[in-house]
């Protein structure tokens, strides 16, 4: 009997394991299946390197290549901001604060990293926006700068925590033995510390831009979403998230149009995947390099 | 201690999420929901549907009317698919569209239920009063850049657009760019309301809204002379306007016309007027 519960529960818990890799199969499938049209009729480099994303003119034009810089810029622009403010909290957390101090910083953070996006999106567009515009005196807020700013904050709470993570598995015997060679605390920090954990901590940045990559409604509401490949930070944008979301609502079910954003989807997709396998090649060589195996 | 009550917190916290998060889960099964009216469609005629849905809902207790939006191409698509029984649309059905609704057994049919003007709108700050059409249209594909060029000081012109979802952009693209292509710099925007409150933080901008989202944070342009208004819409005179249109499949019937039969009447004809829209009789 108890073994035949046993089995049950293994069955169970492996179908619900196994559903993951099912939806993950059904949504690569779907971005091949639909952008496979496009491809077909479109010459793929002259997609990506086209400047003229006009989807819904007769004839129509998908150059991307407005969009794919868009999508770096910001992304480049929220590293910026994130990776500083990010690794540096979490070396504070970890090496510098107080029981108190940390008492009171990690609940907030992790408040910070689940507030929506919408949220995000609305205090860039009321708050920021208008502020920044006023300040530096330029002809609009809604651009990749300020794009940029409201995602690295909020690609901050990702990279502090997966940051302090790799700090804290640095052995307390190598802090140890730095104090005892004679070094202080600042040099045991910045020669031994963060050297350690170093690949961990660069994992958790580059799992940070995958989430400013993937972000969505902070630059449809924020960047402008203009399809231009911007002069200056402070020129509006259009990334390709953005571009999805604004206009797959219209495009006619397996047009021209369609199967381009779906087109920019696989893109995406395969930014997004290049992005995780070397976060995952890096935190392998990091679990080996501190002797935690496997 | 501290690190203890931080912890409380954080646990407190996440209950508050989950409630937050289920919690319109859980009322969405309402067993007593009787049959539903859907209605979908362009975000135009919003204000429209919704104000006739609140009346309907009034005067017919045991049925339910569900509004949505998200652009006229998602409500004819819906009604071609069958999962709404009236789609809004603020642009006549496309050919396209109306190929695929024969294919698929839905035969479309049309009621003008309310006109719309498209107002172009600039920042209060703004001194120029008055665009002709051409000059709209040189402003939206990149010809004119500088208010300099329009008698208005020596700032650059912001161009606010919509995305190509909206059927504000097709209707303006019609009537005012009569099909060229609006300039790539331009802004593009997801709805009538961020157009208002982007027009209103810009001292530069300029940009198209419903007649119906007009606010008192911007400032209404005269094109070629005329101002936009009830009788300048209806009459024909304001060149930038539309009628509004309910698609059903076939003539309607039951509740989606009785639900349309009140928007013609004399009192959703008002209502529709107080929403700023230009009633048809």
């Not at chain 1, 502020?131 to 651009?143: H, S, V």
């Not at chain 1, 901590?201 to 630059?219: K, N, P, Q």
């Not at chain 2, 292509?181 to 309301?193: E, F, H």
């Not at chain 2, 005269?222 to 249109?245: C, F, H, N, Q, W």
């Amino acid at each position: 009997m108890r073994h035949f519960r046993e089995t049950i529960y293994k069955w169970i818990f492996s179908v619900l394991a196994f559903a993951s890799l099912l939806f993950l199969t059904g949504i690569i499938l779907t971005l091949f299946v639909e952008s496979y049209p496009f491809f077909v009729r479109h010459d793929i480099s002259e997609s990506i390197f086209g400047l003229y994303w006009y989807p819904t003119y007769d004839p129509p034009e998908f150059g991307m290549l407005t969009l794919i810089t868009a999508s770096f810029v910001v992304t480049l622009g929220a590293m910026v901001v994130c990776i500083p403010i990010g690794v540096g909290t979490a070396l504070f957390l970890q090496e510098l604060a107080s029981a108190s101090q940390r008492a009171v910083l990690k609940p907030l953070i992790e408040i910070l990293a689940g507030i929506p996006s919408i949220i995000f999106g609305f205090f860039g567009m009321i708050v920021v926006a208008p502020f920044l515009q006023r300040l530096l005196g330029i002809p609009t807020g809604l651009n990749a700068f300020t794009a940029s700013l409201v995602l690295g904050i909020m690609a901050t709470p990702t990279v502090a925590s997966l940051a302090e993570d790799a700090v804290s598995f640095v052995p307390r015997s190598f802090r140890e033995a730095s104090l005892a060679l004679g070094a202080n605390r600042w040099q045991t920090l910045t020669r031994v510390v963060v050297p350690a954990a170093g690949s961990g901590i660069s994992t958790a940045i580059i799992l940070g831009i995958g989430r400013a990559v993937g972000e969505t409604m902070v630059v449809l509401m924020v960047a402008g979403g203009a399809a231009v490949i911007p002069h200056s930070i402070f020129d509006p944008v259009r990334p390709m998230t953005a571009t999805i979301a604004a206009e797959m609502g219209e495009a006619v079910m397996g047009s021209g149009h369609y199967g381009a954003l779906f087109a920019i989807g696989l893109i995406l997709f395969f930014i997004t995947l290049a992005i995780n396998i070397v976060a995952e090649i890096i935190s392998r060589r990091f679990r080996l390099k501190l002797g935690l195996g496997r | 201690m501290q690190v203890q009550s931080a912890g409380c917190f954080a646990h407190i916290f996440s209950r508050l999420l989950f409630l937050l998060i289920f919690a319109p889960v859980v009322s969405c099964f309402d067993p007593e929901a009787g049959p539903t009216l859907t209605i979908k469609g362009s975000t135009t005629v919003l204000p429209v549907v919704q104000i006739g849905a609140e009346v309907f809902m009034d005067r017919n207790p045991g049925v339910n009317v569900s509004v949505q939006g998200g652009g006229s191409g998602v409500g004819i698509a819906s009604l071609i698919d069958r999962t709404t029984r009236i789609a809004t649309s603020s642009r006549d059905i496309k050919a396209e569209e109306l190929e695929r609704a024969r294919a698929a057994g839905v035969h479309p049919h049309e009621t003008i239920v309310v006109m719309d003007g498209i107002a172009v709108v600039v920042n209060p700050s703004n001194r120029v009063d008055n665009l002709a059409t051409e000059q709209i249209r040189d402003i939206y594909t990149g010809r004119t850049s500088n208010w300099q060029d329009l008698g208005g000081p020596d700032r650059e012109i912001v161009v606010i657009s919509r995305d190509t979802s909206s059927g504000t952009f097709e209707a303006f693209e019609k009537l005012a760019l009569e099909g060229l292509k609006v300039r790539p710099g331009a802004l593009v925007t997801a709805s009538n309301q961020v157009v208002n409150t982007t027009v209103a933080q810009t001292p530069g901008a300029i940009g198209y809204l419903g007649y119906g989202y007009l606010s008192h944070r911007v400032k209404t342009m005269m094109v070629d002379g005329v101002r936009p208004s009830v009788e300048t819409i209806r009459s024909g005179k304001y060149p930038l306007a539309r009628p509004l249109y309910l698609y059903t499949d076939g003539k309607p019937a039951g509740e989606a016309k009785r639900y349309i039969d009140l928007l013609l009447s004399e009192e959703g004809q008002r209502l529709v007027q107080e929403q700023g829209f230009i009633p048809v009789r």
